[in-house]
């Protein structure tokens, strides 16, 4: 069995001997063994920068594994799987608009792997979960020994909420190489996150990851994910300190360490990480959203309207591309709408859902892709439809609502229709049609907090009061960051309380 390390001097050793015994240098070669989807290039110097980019993006650092990407395009402009790979480790939409666009261009010297796999992306971009798992299995049945093939079939079965069949092929990608790393920690990530959940087999999985890259942050990150699901937020802590100290300019490491004390009750120390995180970043936009929600758990939810809006305004006189201002901004206000709506500002959060609506415009566009276009469409139709509804006019947002499936309908995706179920669940439970609005939510992703705390709500107001303290238990410690638990943790942590 090789390590990382061995596995990746051993596959250089094997271009090199293959490239330099090619008497035409400009004829591609490929480097993998036989049966793995090829990757190809005219240049050693461009295949070994392509190789320690790959290593670093496959730990789950993408900004990291970037400049190796660049610089292997640099030396072989017409490098497939370099420029794919250069797409996929992108900072913003446009970005990524970009570099898509000119790997899809390469498909006349791309190879019959690679070419599969800018099928994949076109499924992709058209929302179409269907046929990307159908491309996945062709994927799989023209390179039965790749684990890389099999990851993106489990991947693809995770799309469609097939959480078995992910899992099995995310095992068989690990049987064909027990030093892939994605399907290791995409394995973990999937116990971690996905119900059914089990955090003692997503933490031997990420412990498995740090065996083999003991010196990446990504892995000590992903592990201390592990102690916080099962609320040891100190050993998590330190799990992410310490990827702070492998890798001081991963803002990711600080940004984790943020969500610990946040969860610690360490408000200070968890802006400064944030902060920290933001000083290392790429243009210096991380974090915004997670400072904000400290003030939301010190119970102070106008300091956090009020720093995500002076946040956005900051963002807007920065000198940076308009993409990644377009995203940040975008993030904000979304966080700014699921605070007013969560607190009943009905006048902030239609002044908000009319600030957003251009911003949804423009990063469709900058992703430059019809599903890309259809699914901002779809997120300016669902807050006017929340708007409407938490003005309690009820007609005009279930109208809405029928917009939102009508926009759908030819979207080749199960899961298409969540957006206008949570808002037949929402207007269901405001005019207290519990059972109905139950009915809807069931529809919805099982493992999103919010929408789970209002499920939880719905079954104690419908009788079912068991059902409704179990979820409400499960909500109080899943002390992973995101708006929606922001908003419940500290009601959920009282009440859970007050019933002791």
């Known amino acids: 069995m090789y390590s990382i390390k061995k596995l990746t001097v051993y596959l250089m050793a094997a271009i090199m001997f293959i490239l330099t015994a090619c008497q035409a240098p400009q004829t591609k070669k490929t480097f993998y063994p036989e049966n793995e989807i090829p990757f190809e290039s005219t240049s050693n110097e461009a295949m070994q920068e392509f190789l320690t980019g790959l290593n670093i993006f496959d730990q789950g650092n993408g900004q990291k594994a970037k400049p190796f990407f660049d610089k292997a395009l640099a030396l072989d402009p017409n490098f497939v799987s370099a420029q794919m790979y250069r797409a996929f480790s992108s900072n913003s939409a446009k970005d990524f608009s970009k570099n898509r666009d000119k790997f899809l261009a390469l498909r006349s010297t791309a190879n019959e792997g690679e070419a599969m796999l800018m099928d994949l992306l076109m499924a992709n971009m058209e929302n179409d979960d269907v046929k990307e798992l159908e491309l996945s299995k062709k994927l799989v049945e023209k390179y039965p020994s790749s684990a890389r093939a099999y990851d993106y079939l489990a991947n693809s079965y995770a799309s469609l ?97 943020g969500h ?105 566009k900058d992703i430059g892709s019809k599903g890309a276009i259809t699914n901002q469409k779809v997120n300016a139709l669902y807050w006017d439809a929340i708007a409407s509804a938490a003005a309690e006019n009820y007609e005009e947002a279930l109208a809405k609502a029928e917009i939102i499936k009508s926009t759908l309908a030819t979207i080749n995706d199960p899961n298409k229709l969540r957006p206008y179920h949570r808002v037949l669940a929402f207007v269901n439970y405001k005019q207290e049609n519990y059972d109905k609005a139950l009915e809807y939510a069931a529809k919805l992703n099982p493992d999103n907090v919010y929408d789970r705390y209002w499920m939880a709500k719905a079954n104690k107001m419908a009788g079912n009061n068991d059902v409704a303290m179990d979820m409400f238990n499960e909500i109080a410690d899943y002390n992973f960051n995101s708006i929606g638990y922001a908003l419940v943790r500290n009601e959920v942590k009282k009440m859970l309380a007050s019933n002791e």
Not at 196 to 217: C, L, N, T, W
Request: aromatic fraction near 10%; hydrophobic fraction near 40%.
């Open 161 to 257: 909420d097939k959480v078995e069949k992910s899992r099995e092929n995310w095992k068989k990608a690990i049987g064909l190489n027990s030093d892939f790393l994605p399907a290791i920690s995409n394995l973990g990530a999937s116990y971690l996150f996905t119900s059914p959940k089990d955090f003692k087999e997503a933490e031997k999985y990420m412990e498995r990851v740090v065996e083999k890259v003991p010196q990446s942050s990504r892995a000590q990150i992903n592990l201390g994910d592990c102690y916080r699901a099962q609320n040891d937020l100190e050993k998590a802590l330190k799990s992410y300190i310490k990827a702070a100290e492998l890798d001081p300019t991963d803002a990711v490491a600080f940004s984790k360490a």
């Open 260 to 364: 610990a004390n946040s969860f610690l009750g360490n408000f200070d120390a968890a802006r400064k990480n944030f902060q920290d995180a933001r000083a290392v970043s790429e243009f210096g936009l991380n974090s915004y959203n997670f400072e904000a929600f400290t003030y939301l758990y010190e119970e102070d939810p106008k300091k956090a309207l009020a720093f995500l809006e002076n946040a956005a305004q900051a963002v807007s006189q920065m000198d940076i591309p308009e993409s990644n201002k377009t995203g940040t901004k975008m993030n904000c206000a979304f966080n700014c709408a699921m605070i007013a709506m969560h607190h009943g500002d009905v006048e902030h959060l239609k002044e908000v859902v009319e600030m957003m609506k251009p911003l949804f415009n423009q990063f469709g």
